[in-house]
């Protein structure tokens, strides 16, 4: 059993079969990536991963649990934290007012993190706020408005922020769009990095399959809303039905 069981998913937006007998089984402590062409439903999958949108048909369960009716707070607090394709973040705040909010918020709730309860004081809550911006070389950009921060340093700000909450999982949406070839590597050395170190699941959708291939340990390819093969990245490389998926052309 997986950590996330998606069985027999379907979504459909009025004359539209967005989703249609999805299937996806993403391991503990495992990199899983969801890919396919403009139009698959990879969106449409991953917000019903999070509560933002219900399925007509078929079960989510994570950690043996179903994420389905719950609010999007709800199941962040059962552990899903998800990073969005723009960062959001507080531009008008500085990354440390930003790093707090997650922190806070998770704090004043009825759960413990890290070892400590929502009676942690705010000395402890500062310096649980520096180290996570020193895990991810932000710190001396503490004092800095997040609007004046690069692209990169912003997705940075924001994984550090859903990290701050002690998710199991991790959904990351196409979390390099828009960077510059540099930041897009050093998001990967990041990503590679958190899960080598913490104790973490990560889904990530994305298009650029340098990324996919740098991270991933399975791969789910997904066509018209049905899964299309799932395997490992050594497998999908040249595999006939996604080239076809893709390409529009048998190999």
């Excluded at 990536?33 to 917000?47: E, M």
Aim: charged share 25%.
């Amino acid at each position: 059993m997986g950590i996330l069981e998606v069985k027999d998913v379907g979504k459909r937006f009025g004359g539209l079969q967005a989703l249609s007998d999805v299937h996806l089984n993403v391991m503990e402590n495992t990199c899983h990536a969801i890919i396919g062409p403009n139009g698959a439903g990879k969106s449409t999958l991953l917000n019903c991963l999070i509560g933002k949108l219900i399925p007509d048909t078929g079960s989510v369960m994570f950690q043996g649990q179903s994420v389905l009716g719950r609010s999007p707070f709800e199941i962040n607090q059962m552990g899903i934290s998800r990073v969005f394709q723009t960062p959001e973040i507080f531009g008008d705040l500085t990354v440390m007012e930003n790093m707090l909010i997650p922190i806070l918020a998770k704090r004043d709730g009825a759960f413990e993190m890290n070892g400590w309860s929502k009676l942690a004081s705010q000395k402890d809550v500062n310096e649980y706020a520096e180290k996570m911006l020193e895990d991810m070389n932000l710190v001396d950009k503490r004092n800095m408005h997040s609007a004046s921060m690069s692209r990169g340093d912003k997705r940075r700000l924001e994984i550090a922020m859903c990290l701050s909450q002690d998710p199991s999982l991790l959904l990351l949406d196409e979390p390099t769009a828009g960077m510059a070839r540099a930041d897009t590597n050093n998001t990967i050395d990041l990503l590679k990095q958190i899960k080598e170190e913490r104790d973490i699941t990560i889904a990530i959708i994305e298009h650029d399959m340098h990324v996919v291939f740098s991270l991933a340990d399975r791969i789910t390819v997904l066509a018209q809303g049905t899964p299309l093969v799932e395997d490992t990245p050594e497998n999908i490389k040249g595999h006939p039905k996604v080239k076809e998926a893709y390409l529009g052309e048998t190999a």
